[in-house]
T-cell receptor
Framework: DSGVTQTPKHLITATGQRVTLRCSPR?????VYWYQQSLDQGLQFLIQ???????AKGNILERFSAQQFPDLHSELNLSSLELGDSALYFC??????????????FGPGTRLTVL | AQSVTQLGSHVSVSEGALVLLRCNYS??????LFWYVQYPNQGLQLLLK??????LVKGINGFEAEFKKSETSFHLTKPSAHMSDAAEYFC????????????FGSGTRLLVRP
């Protein structure tokens, strides 16, 4: 158990819908990262938040957005869902802002299926 | 730009045999390198990481990896495979000057035969 929690574990929805994925980092960690794992793209970095502020952006679609709240939990919002958005979405957390080779601890993931 | 190449999408070994999973990286600045393991229906767990302190890095579950700058490699080894090692293994790289983003290889699935 990494100490990172993600809810829900599974999510099944229809095209065009909007969903919210939730992540709680390890106690004391200030950074939250979101990754997408799909069969065709592999593991891709989406976005990072550090202490409530966006720190870095990867290949995140405009239909996707995220935020980190004062209690440091984070939410990833996916809207206008398409079939290709079906994937495993991971959240990871680290102590600091992503320097010095911080270890990122991964949650168990949310499996999103878009029908 | 940084990248990671993992040779072999599948590796099969017999129980008790040597495990060797290959990882080559490309980075214009000194990298940090990681190996993660993913068991079925689970998240990624850190096996070990290289942060320039020592070129031979020992991790959990008997795994180790050696950083070879001249070969731009960071191969993962274990002297004797166990059935419980069957999983998918990912090599990842990040920049030493701004390591916010892990760049992952495509993964290698390790199969352990009894």
């Amino acid at each position: 158990d990494s100490g990172v929690t993600q809810t829900p574990k599974h999510l099944i929805t229809a095209t065009g819908q909007r969903v919210t994925l939730r992540c709680s980092p390890r106690s004391g960690d200030l950074s939250v990262y979101w990754y997408q794992q799909s069969l065709d793209q592999g593991l891709q970095f989406l976005i990072q938040y550090y202490n409530g502020e966006e720190r870095a952006k990867g290949n995140i679609l405009e239909r996707f957005s995220a935020q980190q709240f004062p209690d440091l939990h984070s939410e990833l919002n996916l809207s206008s869902l398409e079939l290709g958005d079906s994937a495993l979405y991971f959240c990871a957390s680290s102590v600091a802002g992503g320097t010095g080779g911080d270890t990122q601890y991964f949650g168990p993931g949310t499996r999103l299926t878009v029908l | 730009a940084q990248s990671v190449t993992q040779l072999g999408s599948h590796v099969s070994v017999s129980e008790g045999a040597l495990v060797l999973l290959r990882c080559n990286y490309s980075s214009s600045v000194p990298p940090y390198l990681f190996w993660y393991v993913q068991y079925p229906n689970q998240g990624l767990q850190l096996l070990l990481k290289y942060t320039s302190a020592a070129t031979l890095v020992k991790g959990i579950n008997g795994f180790e990896a050696e950083f070879k700058k001249s070969e731009t490699s960071f191969h993962l080894t274990k002297p004797s495979a166990h059935m419980s090692d069957a999983a998918e293994y990912f090599c990842a790289v990040t920049r030493m000057d701004s390591s916010y983003k892990l760049i992952f290889g495509s993964g290698t699935r390790l199969l352990v035969r009894p």
